[in-house]
């Protein structure tokens, strides 16, 4: 059960970071279009989202050994 939610945790984590993204890749046409100001706000936060949706991955395989059930 556990496993189940950390997984759903990480699928709507995902959900949300890539809702974040579409916007600005819609807007951008050409690769040369992407200035430092909106790589820098993509990467402060596409990156933390990033590393929660694998931490909660982790968490939801190890969920079992772990006796977390």
Do not use: H
Not at 15 to 39: Q, S
């Amino acid at each position: 059960m556990i496993t189940n939610l950390f997984f759903g945790a990480a699928a709507i984590i995902f959900c949300v970071m890539i809702a974040m993204m579409i916007p600005f890749f819609g807007k951008i046409r050409d690769v040369k279009d992407l200035t430092p100001e909106l790589t820098a706000w993509l990467s402060i936060r596409i990156f933390p989202l990033m590393f929660l949706i694998s931490l909660l991955a982790f968490a939801g395989s190890q969920a079992g050994k772990w006796g977390w059930n």
